[in-house]
């Protein structure tokens, strides 16, 4: 049986990460309606709770799975297809 999993648009924009009373700016690798991948310097424990942000989207996550460099977060909220064409850096709307 497959599993469905949503389209994931690259992009390399920097945002801003709040976890564990730590805050810093991380690089998004790629965009999903329901999860991102970020660049991320250390390990978080699976099931952390995270905030991304931009100066015009925010959003609450669990972290799904960390690695040394990365980790992959589900969203407690979808983005719209304008939110993730804004945080993939498209110029063109839907």
Same mark, same amino acid.
């Given at each position: ?20 009373? !730590?805050?810093?700016? $991380? ?7 329901? %999860?991102?991948? +970020? #660049?991320? @310097?250390?390990? /978080? ?13 925010? !959003?609450?996550?669990? $972290? ?7 980790? %992959?977060?589900? +969203? #407690?909220? @979808?983005?719209? /297809? ?13």
């Amino acid at each position: 049986m497959e599993s469905w999993r949503p389209f994931r648009r690259p992009t390399q924009m920097r945002i801003t990460l709040s976890a564990l009373g !730590r805050r810093m700016d $991380v690089s998004l690798l790629d965009v999903s309606e329901s %999860g991102m991948k +970020l #660049t991320y @310097p250390d390990l /978080l424990p699976t099931d952390a709770l995270v905030e991304v942000s931009t100066p015009r989207i925010a !959003r609450t996550g669990r $972290v799904r799975w960390s690695r040394q460099g990365a980790l %992959g977060v589900t +969203l #407690t909220e @979808p983005l719209s /297809l304008a939110e993730q064409a804004e945080l993939a850096g498209m110029s063109w709307g839907y």
